[in-house]
């Protein structure tokens, strides 16, 4: 099927000196009929001039009705599409194929449409999805604190115990909870950009050390081993306590999904483009391949994850990478099931 746009209709300046042209043919051809008796060579220039006076007034005539016309017409036409678009007025150049030129915007903000139009689907599956993950996060807590305490007022509390341990529990509910909305409240202000970045120059192997002596508690009831792996004393231009933030998480991880007597071990290297790598590495459960891409997404947890039961919210990479990406860095990750797995992110380099 012939495109439509293959179709070269005529433009409106060609439509009028076409129609100027055939006045001017018709004024000349009834000028020489109507010269009576042999025609003189001043007769002719008269129908000459006729000819071409008429030629002009009949163009600007008919350009000018044509141009009129079709400019009220379209007017309407592309005021409605450009004030959709938010746009300005759009100039109709009457020299070019003036319906293509409305098809051509009609088409374009279609096009636009189209494309807004699945932005907000996407949006509507995420925030959906992100709802249900919520609820989801949320209930497994909330429910179990209820369990507790219905238990407790049933008669438990009689049984100091038992109601110690219930109690327990309880508090620990609430303290996943209290993680949940800790976390959220900040993935929050990080991706709404009220959370202000106040870089300065860190030094790195300091703020590691502290990090890893801090984990140590955790990390040495599975016997495993913390290692400050960084030479020297780099030092990168970050907000300190949003970098403490991605090595408390990246640590945490590396010890929760760590093996026993296993290691965590943090490496920095000089980049050549004013950048700071540094590597977050663990020879633990590792991460099937399948699931890397979407590691930093919210709430994504590996289907077989211990985090559930451990207090995990699964938001802990989805801030790390906000933190990282508002440093201006990336972050990826290498992992091997059952070998381990390794964090390398980048940080500007503080001059
Ligand atoms: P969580 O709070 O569940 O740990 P994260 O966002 O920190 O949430 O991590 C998301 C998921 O990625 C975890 O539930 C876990 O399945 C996986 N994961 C993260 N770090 C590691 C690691 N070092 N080794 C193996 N799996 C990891």
Redesign the pocket.
Known sequence: MPSERSIDPFTPRQFARITAAFVAIVIGALGLLLEKGPVEVTGYWRVLMLAVVGFGATYIAVLAALERYIKARLRLLFRLVHDLRAGGGHPVEMDRDVLGQVRETVEDWAHEKRTEIAELKTRENYRREFIGNLSHELKTPLFNIQGYVETLLDGALDDPTVAREFLGRAARGAERLRKIVEDLDMISRLESGVMEMTPEPVDLNALVSAQLSEASGSASASGMRLINAIEGNPRVLADPQRLEQVFT?LIA??V???REQGTVEIRAFDLENDQVLIEVS?N????AEEHLPR?FERF???GT?R?RNEG???????IVKHIVEAHGGTITVK?VVDQG?T?SFTLPKAR
């Open positions: 998480n991880n590396a929760r999904y760590g663990d633990g459960i590792g991460i590691l994504f947890r590996v994850s985090a995990g919210s699964g938001l802990g990479l989805a992992s797995t964090f």
